[in-house]
């Protein structure tokens, strides 16, 4: 201290100031810091990217800035203006890590970040939208189209069969609390399906245009100091702050268009007509539909595609100001978003409200806090289910009209009976409504112990309630009616409060740097719900169940815990060595007495080759070579609070009230723990015009934790409210293997023009290596309801579809005779067993494990992984004087879709279901010999009475079809889960394609403006796809756990046609 | 300076040491309900414990009851090409996973409540209600087996699931063959007899209701020896079923309701008729509910969209079993059962939408009643339908939801045990005079038929349909067939091919007055071949991927591993 006064008082002679700019566009920058090099003493340029300061004689200054190349000038007395230069290769960026930050340069671990650039290149209005193919190693996946819905985001494969294998969000420090987000969990019961994931997304409650930053923490030596919560990955959120200087408003502004662009292809009026008068014709016992007569008077019908999709509208609106004094710095943003779904009868909007602030108390404390609010409302529709608007749009027939003559909306009936709601009246009448508030914010001191030791303190909270209600109004809808209407609400209240204490302490010991954290921490989180629900209001006009009749509330409430210690120690040799162990130790209310502690260890280390003196005879080839390996553990404790226990739960019966168990109890439950290595390589190379980062990685989570999988024997199986649980343990082994590419090209760099490209590429492979049970145990997913879909086996990928192998179509009797074996005795029917015209299935086992020549159950194997080998983002940025284009594709490549949707689509089974144009191809029966006259006995003496009744004397006339012959109640099970339905979901997209226009200085000066971008953006544009359905984007499964890339009606994604304006001033 | 240094290390230090008590702090069993170790403290309790199986656990098995109980018999009608209609199941069927669900969730709580009672009960729970709820477990427990074995043949015991689970043997086990599944079925209702009291509360399970279950027990296990080619049914166990079955009947002190239609009323849910039952309520949790209405009612019969049974009805072969003809607009009317089991053209139900003076089955009316009629058979369903939210209201005090009724499913009836009575009796014999028997079956059907004159000898054509017309569409009448497959294959499989279980053609033109005359309406008949029945129903696929050894031959079970 004596000394740095000492010097305070002799020196700063000289008057140096000037204005720092961007070599790139040549505004001015703010926040530049200006240091006298050796020292700590230094300034930071203001809002107009000046500065002014005292040196000394001999002085170096050194100007730097995040993402900007570092630059150093001898002092002297007057004007020193900078340009500073963007830093391709980022080496010097600092970045956030776990309970701190880092330079980019000093890490070991596996970490990809995405900048507001990326961000801003495409339009999105959640969070999780803004990862699909920016990072690799993370997948990407829009859960659905609705707006304001989820992304299914997988770090590095899938981890668990967990419901919850999405990544730990953690936004300024404060870890986003992703509750439970079922539609049951909601109160919205089984509207939006009955999967444990929904559509609606936790993160939508998150303002993204306040976002500057996230960091995606991959390898376990990242995410260890997230211990029992790292084990799917961890994504630091760093919002905006303010620099010192005057006020700066901003404006962000974009309204848009959607629609979707694709329509199936299914049969239209006139082809429907014909296609009812040829299944009445041949299939049995039904009669042909007068009004069907004479197809070709008949026109197009109702397209009930157009029907259900729209053109949707869309804005958002942020408003941000920020600046800030020496002592306190301020953001404080507004934000508004409006978005109407493509689908009828859904609509999202959130008003949002941030503000960030730090205060320097004093020299040595600083204060900070950051806090936001947000509050959305959503209408919500059910789409990917049986009962989902799409499918009963699609099976809805073109004869029926929309509306009836006198404007109601009419049932698609059947001979006068409703056999299906119209699906425009379900989806405008029926109200599925979610209302949520979300407080998330941290209040922190930072104090500067001494020098280089810091001690964070923070409260962190995150608050979250939501309202819902499902109201099903009094209709009549043609035949179709409900006479009776009821109202449920649910309102749940949500809290976490976390405390956070970390020391950190940084020190330079000549060539070796150092830094040391410890920090302990605590938290909690609890829940509440009330609901309640009646039947018989007075009639649609208010919504209160009060005014019902039979009125039934519920209520709930629990908590959890968890207590933490945590440490982490780096080191850095001369830049050219790098260490660091990460240790975590974690307590949680999760876990019984039994295993309730854990501790996480993990550890990395790098090493600059470049730094190194042999290398310098290629550093100018190869600027930048670093070589990363690292170790480490994480965990997972997602799994519903006391499964260590047996509960009791009520039950309402005819005798009273009842009590029961709920679930098989475990007390030995633990943690999921996993562990990874990871290898990675940085290089920067040809004049810094390549960046390319490979990472490898090996993980292996132990102990996943999972309801055991029980034969039906156990009681454990069938309706979730009457079976008993069965115990939750760690009952598997899951590995996932990857490389990860990352590499980026400066093309093109002159003032005028520049042409950057980033790609990324991800490969997974992904293996159940082991389950609890006997070697038959396996992980089942189910369609609809109780129908098999996936099989994840031992040795195999997650999530395979599961099914029978297809043959072709059997083309007449012989064909069925000399193929394995189906059901019956010899006889064949028409109506009651296999036929011409019926899929072969081939024979692929038996209860021995080898083929019987009989198809059965036994004959279901593996149809397909819907898990991609490689999904890619491709990023072009063109900048030409002030238009700047960017053009991004993304996709996946070698994962199947299971067609869910196209089961019922091309089943044939019901003439009063619309069905794909692929049926007009069906195969259809001929007779052999057309000479033979009918009624006719045939050699046993059995009376025939027409030739397709023949079996001897019929065969498929159009024997290449793939298509099955019509037939009510499809006696073969040609609609089986079958490879039928397995379609390449591979697919690339032209993502985003934005241009933009910044207007000229000169001109925005006049108008005291100092940056006007506009721009046009189209996203979704075109998908390259063999995929039939409407959107090869499936992900998760709302339907049920543990099935991936099932298309049952998913929401598509839809087109967005939109125009938008950033403005600063 | 160095004395601020100091100052702040202490506090960094007392800040990072303020770790919390952290066993109390981490220590959260369940907080807004029990657990099992606070449970079970009072006679209460423990019998609110056991109320759940008297529904809950069965909900899955509602749809599964009436395809399996009374599609495959031949009574109810689904469409000629239903699977159950004809034979064509298949082991990915979706109403035999969740019947067996059902039925295995029943046999594991009744195995935890026995348990927790025996490990949990607190020291204020009298012997008499410990005694009380685990023979009421016991007795549902053999009820679930008693369907087991008769619809899947062999299936695994399954004693004590936690102990399987603890052992990790659960995929290891092996299906014991139906003979010991009655054994077993044999001791679990011997065990739970002497725990019962001979009355309980009203609806409950009683002694009785345990010894009438003995007695259908043993009646379908006298036939049993594995070989299914015409022989006799073993003579003791067909005594033990008339030794139990009487003790029900002459000690039981219940008697017949006097009105057939009444038991099946939801203001009778409690009847001294109904010894066995599962007892339904309008809940806020699902599964608390019956939903049966929802699938055998006529579309729209209640005011919730949400029925959708227009198209079930009741086979002709039923029809014409009671002497009714569906083509012809007039009724006979000698049973009173037909009325109170199916619904015909013309009839007038008083007891259902009594709002609105009584429903009337008439086709002509169905704009004005908003009904969808459209059976092919011309019939509907009566049993297990509550009528609309006003019959609600009448009968039980509370109004219906959305698939939910309170009605009671009876499961076991005094008029059964009479029946089981005169078969055992019956045995072996061609014909029986034997007057107690006559008694038995006499009263049963006097209650029904009009002007009935007692019958003085019965044979077995005659219990046989006797119990058809009895206990139709009760999810019953199919076992009958499985019961006589036991010993002669052929007969019962040959009874089933002989049923019509065709449609008629044009009837909804004649109903509807758009046909002059009934000559165009006609039977469109159609039946199954006798060597498409099977009398056992597939295993669901999902059990037999897991556990290889249900594909494989029965093991016989070790009885000394059950302690009784």
């Known amino acids: 201290m004596l000394l740095t006064g000492f010097g305070t008082i002799c020196a700063q002679s000289l008057s140096v100031s000037g204005v720092v700019t961007d070599a790139g566009d040549g505004s001015p920058i703010p926040g530049v810091s200006v240091l006298i090099k050796g020292s700590v003493k230094g300034t930071m340029t203001d809002a107009n990217g000046k500065y002014a300061m005292k040196v000394n004689q001999g002085n170096t200054l050194v100007f730097s800035f995040i993402g900007m190349d570092k630059q150093e000038f001898s002092a002297r007395a007057g004007v020193l203006n900078v340009q500073m230069k963007s830093d391709a290769t980022m080496l010097s960026e600092v970045v956030a890590i776990g309970y701190g930050t880092s330079r980019r340069s000093d890490l070991s671990g596996a970490s990809s970040s995405i900048t507001t650039e990326k961000l801003k290149a495409s339009v999105i209005t959640n969070i999780d939208q803004a990862l699909q193919g920016r990072a690799a190693g993370v997948t990407a996946v829009y859960t659905s189209g609705q707006p304001g819905s989820s992304v299914s985001i997988r770090v590095r494969g899938q981890n668990t069969i967990n419901a919850n294998a999405e990544p730990l969000y953690v936004i300024d420090g404060v870890p986003v609390q992703m509750i439970g987000h079922s539609g049951s969990s909601f109160g919205l019961g089984d509207a939006l399906g009955n999967g444990a994931t929904s559509t609606v997304s936790p993160l939508s409650t998150i303002n993204p245009a306040d976002i500057i930053n996230m960091e995606i923490l991959k390898d376990a030596s990242a995410t260890a100091i997230y211990g029992s919560q790292g084990s799917n990955g961890v994504i630091l959120i760093t919002t905006k702050h303010g620099q010192k200087g005057e006020a700066q408003f901003s404006y962000e502004g974009l309204y848009g268009t959607q629609r979707q662009a694709r329509r199936l292809d299914v049969l239209n009026l006139k082809q429907f007509a014909e296609y009812s008068n040829e299944m009445a014709a041949e299939t049995a016992g039904r009669e042909g539909r007068v009004e069907f007569l004479d197809p070709s008077l008949l026109g197009t019908g109702t397209n009930w595609q157009d029907a259900v999709f729209q053109l949707a509208p869309m804005q958002t609106h942020t408003v941000t100001a920020s600046g800030g004094s020496d002592a306190v710095h301020y953001m404080v943003s507004g934000s508004y978003m409006d978005q109407a779904g493509t689908v009828v009868g859904t609509t999202f909007n959130r008003v949002s409200f941030r503000t960030n602030m730090d205060a320097q108390l004093k020299k040595w404390l600083k204060l900070g806090l950051n806090l936001s609010y947000a509050k959305t409302a959503e209408r919500l529709g059910l789409a990917d289910s049986d009962e989902g608007i799409i499918n009963t749009a699609l099976l809805s027939t073109p004869d029926v009209p929309i509306y009836d003559m006198y404007g109601n909306y009419t049932s698609v009936s059947r001979q006068d009976v409703a056999s299906r709601i119209n699906p425009i009246a379900k989806a405008l009448d029926e109200d599925n409504l979610l209302n949520r508030n979300k407080l998330i914010g941290n209040i922190f001191l930072e104090a500067t112990l001494i020098p280089g030791m810091v001690l964070h303190s923070e409260f962190a909270t995150d608050l979250n309630g939501s309202q819902a209600e499902r109201f099903r109004p009094i209709a009549k809808y043609g035949s179709w009616s409900r006479t009776i209407n009821s109202d449920v609400w649910q309102f749940n209240d949500n809290y976490f409060w976390q405390v956070k204490n970390y020391l950190t302490y940084n020190k330079n010991l000549g060539l070796n740097k150092m830094t040391l954290m410890l920090g302990q921490e605590t938290s909690e989180g609890g829940w509440k719900y009330l609901s309640g629900a009646s039947t018989g209001l007075p009639d649609n006009s208010i919504h209160n169940p009060q005014l019902g009749s039979d009125f039934v509330t519920g209520s709930g409430f629990g908590s959890n815990s968890m207590v933490s210690a945590f440490a982490r120690g780096s080191w850095n040799y001369n ?17 019984g007495p039994e295993n309730r502690w854990a501790p996480f260890h993990s550890m990395a280390a790098s090493w600059r080759l470049s730094n190194e003196d042999f290398w310098s005879s290629i550093i100018d080839q190869v600027s930048n070579a670093k070589l990363r390996i690292g170790w480490g553990q994480t965990g997972n404790q997602n799994i519903a609070a006391y499964s260590w226990g047996a509960a009791i739960s009520k039950m309402e019966t005819g005798l009273g009230q009842g009590y029961r168990q709920s679930n098989i109890a475990n007390p030995y439950i633990q943690w999921e723990t996993q562990e990874q290595v990871n290898l990675g390589l940085d290089l920067t190379f040809l004049d810094k015009r390549f960046d390319l980062v490979v990472d490898m990685y090996d993980k292996v989570s132990k102990n996943m934790l999972m309801p055991l999988q029980l034969p039906s024997y156990m009681g454990t199986r069938g309706n979730v409210s009457s079976a008993l649980g069965a115990p939750n343990g760690n009952y598997g082994t899951i590995q996932n293997k990857g490389l990860e590419i990352t590499l980026t090209s400066h093309n093109y760099t002159t003032k005028d023009f520049s042409w950057d490209t980033d790609l990324q590429l991800s490969f997974n492979q992904n293996k159940l290596v082991a389950l609890d049970g006997t070697d038959n145990a396996a992980i ?9 879909v996936s099989r994840t086996e031992i040795g195999q990928p997650l999530y395979n579809f599961y099914g029978y192998v297809t043959d072709g179509i059997y083309q007449d009797l012989a064909d069925i005779q000399n193929s394995p074996a189906v059901r019956g005795d010899g006889k064949y029917s028409r109506t009651g067993t296999v036929y011409p015209g019926d899929i072969k299935f081939k024979d692929i086992s038996g209860p021995n494990g080898i083929p019987d020549n009989k198809i059965d159950e036994y004959d279901r194997t593996n149809i397909g992984s819907p898990m991609p080998k490689v999904t890619f983002g491709f990023n072009n940025s063109i900048r030409y004087k002030n238009f700047d284009l960017n053009i991004f594709m993304s996709g996946s490549y070698g994962n199947k879709v299971y067609n869910y949707m196209a089961m019922n689509l091309s089943s044939q089974k019901s003439i009063w279901n619309n069905q794909l144009a692929v049926v007009n191809n069906r195969a259809k029966l001929e007779p ?28 498929v006339s159009n024997p290449g079809t793939k298509t099955p012959r019509a037939i009510q109640q499809d006696p073969n099970g040609n609609t089986r889960i079958s490879d039928r339905y397995i379609e390449d979901g591979s697919y690339l997209r032209i993502k985003n394609i934005a241009l933009g226009y910044t207007l000229p200085n000169a001109i925005l000066k006049k108008c005291h403006i100092q940056t006007l971008r506009v721009y046009a953006n189209i996203q979704n544009l075109y998908t390259l796809t063999k995929y039939t359905g409407f959107d090869p984007e499936i992900g998760v499964s709302t339907a049920s756990t543990n099935v991936y890339g099932l298309d049952n009606g998913r929401y598509p994604s839809p087109q967005v046609y939109s125009f938008g304006v950033n403005l600063t001033f | 300076m160095k004395n601020r240094i100091i100052k702040n290390l202490a506090i960094a230090t007392l800040m990072l040491s303020s770790l919390t008590s952290c066993q109390d702090f981490l220590n959260r069993p369940t907080e807004d309900s029990y657990t099992i170790d606070g449970f079970y403290k009072t006679d209460e309790q423990c019998f609110q414990s056991v109320n759940t199986i008297y529904n809950s656990p ?37 109403d035999i996973a969740n019947a067996s669900a059902s039925l295995w969730s029943v046999n594991a709580y009744c195995n935890g409540i026995v348990e927790n009672i025996d490990l949990k009960a607190g020291p204020n729970v009298t012997l008499a209600t410990k005694n009380t709820v685990k023979g009421e477990a016991l007795t549902w427990k053999a009820m679930a087996y008693f369907y087991l074995v008769r619809c899947f043949g062999a299936v695994p015991i399954i004693h004590n699931n936690a102990a399987l689970i603890s052992s990790n043997t659960y995929n290891n086990v092996y299906k014991a063959p139906e003979s010991d599944v009655y054994t077993y079925i044999v001791k679990t209702l011997e065990k739970a007899i002497p725990m019962l009291p001979e009355t309980n509360a009203p609806g409950r399970i009683d002694r009785y209701s345990a010894y009438g279950l003995l007695a259908k027990v043993y009646l379908a296990k006298s036939g049993l020896d594995g070989d299914t080619i015409a022989h006799t049914r073993s003579q003791a166990d067909l005594d033990k079923a008339a030794e139990y079955a009487a003790k029900v009947i002459d000690e039981s002190g219940r008697k017949l309701m006097p009105v057939y239609s009444d038991i099946f009323r939801l203001a009778n849910n409690f009847s001294e008729e109904s010894l066995i039952a599962w007892h339904w309520t309008v809940g806020a949790q699902w599964t608390s509910q019956n939903t049966f209405q929802s699938d055998l009612a006529l579309n729209n019969f209640s005011e919730f969209a949400d029925t959708w ?6 086979t002709i072969d039923l029809e014409q079993a009671f002497g009714e003809n569906a083509s012809s607009l007039t009724r006979v009317n000698t049973d009173a059962r037909r009325k109170a089991t199916m619904m ?27 009904i969808t009629y459209g059976s092919p058979t011309g019939s509907n369903l009566v049993k297990n339908i509550v009528g609309d939210n006003y019959d609600h209201q009448q009968g039980s005090g509370m109004g219906m939801a959305r698939m939910a009724t309170a009605l009671s499913t009876h499961l076991l009836r005094l008029a059964d045990v009479y029946l089981i009575y005169a078969e055992a009796v019956l045995g072996n014999n061609a014909s029986t005079s034997n007057s107690k028997a006559l008694k038995a079956l006499n009263d049963v059907r006097a209650r029904s038929i009009k002007n009935y004159v007692p019958v ?5 054509d005659d219990i046989f349909k006797e119990r058809r017309l009895e206990l139709a569409c009760e999810g019953d009448n199919w076992f009958d067939y499985v019961r006589l497959s036991y010993y002669d294959r052929a007969a019962a499989a ?28 006609t039977i469109g008949t159609w039946k199954v071949n006798a060597s498409d029945v099977e009398f056992r129903i597939p295993f669901p696929d999902t059990d037999l991927a897991m556990n290889p050894h249900l594909s494989q031959d029965p093991v016989p079970f070790n009885f000394s591993t059950i302690g009784y």
Not at chain 2, 346 to 363: I, N, P, R, V
């Open chain 2, 58 to 94: 069965w909900y899955d098995f509602q749809r599964g009851f009436i395809k399996i109980g009374d599609v495959l018999a031949g009574n109810v009608y689904y469409g000629t090409d239903n699977v159950y209609q004809s034979f064509v199941l298949k082991s990915n069927d979706a």
């Open chain 2, 344 to 370: 015909m053209q013309g009839d007038h139900y008083e007891y259902f939408w009594q709002d609105k003076g009584g429903f009337d089955y008439d086709w002509t009316k169905a704009t004005a009643q908003g």
């Open chain 1, 780 to 788: 089942e997913g189910y369609g609809q309801w109780t129908d098999v």
């Open chain 2, 494 to 521: 040959n009874r089933l091919a002989a049923q019509e279980r065709g449609y008629w053609n044009n009837l909804d033109g004649w109903y509807k007055g758009v046909l002059a005359n009934n000559s165009t309406v």
């Open chain 1, 575 to 591: 830049d050219k060595y790098f260490a660091t162990y990460t240790f975590r130790m974690d307590g949680s209310s999760n876990f």
């Open chain 1, 928 to 955: 052999i010999d057309g000479s033979i006259v009918y009624p006719y006995v045939n050699s046993t003496g059995e009376t025939i009475n027409n030739w397709f009744d023949d079996i001897d004397n019929v065969r």
């Open chain 2, 309 to 314: 049974g227009t198209w079930v009805g009741l």
């Open chain 2, 456 to 460: 003085t000898s019965f044979n077995f």
